[in-house]
DNA sequence: GGATGTGAACGACTTCACAGCG
DNA sequence: CGCTGTGAAGTCGTTCACATCC
């Protein structure tokens, strides 16, 4: 931990900062040179948000900015890094080896950001011993004791719905920290196990949902 | 439109609420019997908020319930989604042919729900030409004539990030109406085509960050 | 000068509590 | 009596505007 602030200030990152500060980290990743500083409305232009907005989540991290100049990219990305946990790599399996799972599990950005699949489970016969990726599908009757015996902190659920509670029942005994659920059902999961759900119909549901109020919102009118 | 109330009312339909409108429309539609009428605290407990956020949800969208009664699921689902803008069918678009584009064409949600996927592009020639779903894969530079000819509204974007925005921007000129974005980029539309991106490393990240935060939270002390 | 960090105003969303009605 | 609908209060997040510091 450095001198500079640290995420010991009296502000906290809120869940929907969390958001942005993923994007801001891409943005920092892409910047040319990390030797150049880095200031909040350059972020915000590139994320689409407000200047304001940006030094206000950034300001939760600590005094990371030098008044008059700006940040130093490196040493936000690192902070960014550390306040979403991202900073070391985190042990995931995943469970469910259809479309979407194996879309998942091509899918290189995990694995760039630190996220390890050490293990794939799928409950179909004609699946479990399948070699995807460098890893072979596991019958679901071992998730339990991978997961304990392996140390793994995270799942990625993409199971039909139908199985998607019991999975996550089994994957809480085994002591699971973090369960990303793709499946379209509202998991029951105790509090010390977090939860955060995709559903990709609702996300289409809400793209209709703007489209169809959207009719009355002025012209562009772009002055640039 | 019924004689009850409509969404003519002053109240407005917030983004936060149409996600959970989604959530409630699929606790409606496994109701038991559409003849037992359904409370908010019930759809409540099926989605996991309290009943007073059903309650303010569902009167955004008119006079709905009897008091001392409750909702009656099939007129309810019915405004629903008339207010979520699937009461009708939206012709669809998907581009990208990877992983994750044949997951969400294999996808039956979408289809259930009222999307019809009319057409499915790819730029890269061992792909142009097969079938998938029962939709041949077309050559990228058809995107926008068919587009235009066949009405479609809504597009699914699942390639590559260094295509997505000139790909949008195709879309764009072709008179689409939404996009639903799965490339990590920040896409740049004019105001009146409106944008969802899901961005699945971010999601972890959001994961992550909500395990690293859950430290120091109290122990269940389930009561039940 | 120029950009950060932040009190204060503002706005959006959620919860409370209860009046109103079937 | 039970459940909805809704003012009022409360909470959370965003924007404004400017003092502060390099």
Redesign the interface.
């Known amino acids: 931990m450095s001198d500079r602030g640290a995420a010991s200030e009296g502000m906290r990152?809120s869940?929907a900062a969390?958001?942005r500060l993923?994007?801001y980290l891409?943005c920092l990743t892409a910047w040319p040179s990390d030797a150049e500083k880095i200031s909040s409305s350059q972020i915000a232009a590139?994320?689409?948000v407000s200047d304001a907005q940006v030094r206000r989540d950034l300001a939760a991290l600590g005094h990371l900015g030098q008044r008059g100049i700006g940040y130093e990219p490196r040493e936000l990305a690192t902070a960014i890094r550390e306040?979403?946990?991202?900073h070391r790599t985190?042990r995931v399996v995943l469970v469910g080896v259809?479309?979407?799972g194996?879309?998942?599990l091509?899918?290189q950005?995990?694995r760039a950001?630190g996220?390890q699949i050490v293990a794939v489970f799928d409950n179909q016969p004609t699946k479990i011993g399948e070699c995807i990726e460098g890893l072979r599908v596991r019958p679901l009757h071992e998730l339990e004791a991978t997961v304990t015996t392996e140390g793994v902190?995270?799942a990625?659920l993409t199971v039909p719905k139908e199985a998607a509670q019991s999975v996550a029942d089994a994957l809480v005994r085994a002591g699971i920290?973090?369960?990303?659920n793709f499946a379209?059902v509202?998991l029951r999961l105790?509090?010390?196990v977090?939860l955060?759900t995709?559903?990709?119909?609702?996300?289409?549901?809400?793209?209709?949902?703007?489209?169809?109020?959207?009719n009355g919102?002025a012209?562009?009118a772009?002055n640039g």
Chains 1, 2 share one sequence.
């Open positions: 990152v869940r969390a958001q993923s994007l891409r590139a994320v689409g306040a979403l946990g991202i985190w259809g479309n979407l194996r879309a998942l091509r899918y950005g995990f950001q996220f902190e995270l990625i920290r973090g369960i990303l379209p509202v105790p509090q010390h977090q955060v995709v559903d990709l119909a609702i996300q289409l549901e809400q793209l209709t949902f703007l489209v169809q109020h959207a919102v012209p562009p772009f």
